[in-house]
């Protein structure tokens, strides 16, 4: 079993910039890939950027240049800068990590954090 804790949302205002971290714990696993997703009430959740275990990325086209996925395999960690931020970047924000449980793919999602951005 994998745990996700995310951290970092909040409220900022357009142009401002925020960055959300989500930690991965457990015992014997390993993070394939990780990425995060976005979604609004109302609407399907949405891929917002993903990154591979070599660290190739790929970003919704609403968000590149403006946000980056980073991930740190020693902690577990992945990070989602976001800058130069839009009012219709606001959304819950969630953390997915495909991993490895002792040798078994399984998906992983966090609780979500609310990422709110005022014009």
């Known amino acids: 079993q994998v745990e996700l804790v995310e951290s970092g949302g909040g409220l900022v205002q357009a142009g401002g910039s925020l960055r959300l971290s989500c930690a991965a714990s457990g015992r014997r696993f390993s993070i394939n890939s990780a990425g995060w997703y976005r979604q609004v009430p109302g609407n399907q959740r949405e891929l917002v950027a993903v990154i591979t275990t070599g660290g190739s990325t790929n970003y919704a086209d609403s968000v590149k240049g403006r946000f980056t996925i980073s991930r740190d395999n020693a902690e577990n960690t992945v990070h989602l800068q976001m800058n130069s931020l839009k009012p219709e970047d606001t959304a819950v924000y969630y953390c997915?990590?495909?991993?490895?449980?002792?040798?078994?793919?399984?998906?992983?999602w966090g609780q979500g954090t609310q990422v709110t951005v005022s014009s």
């Open positions: 997915n990590v495909k991993a490895f449980v002792v040798g078994v793919p399984l998906d992983y």
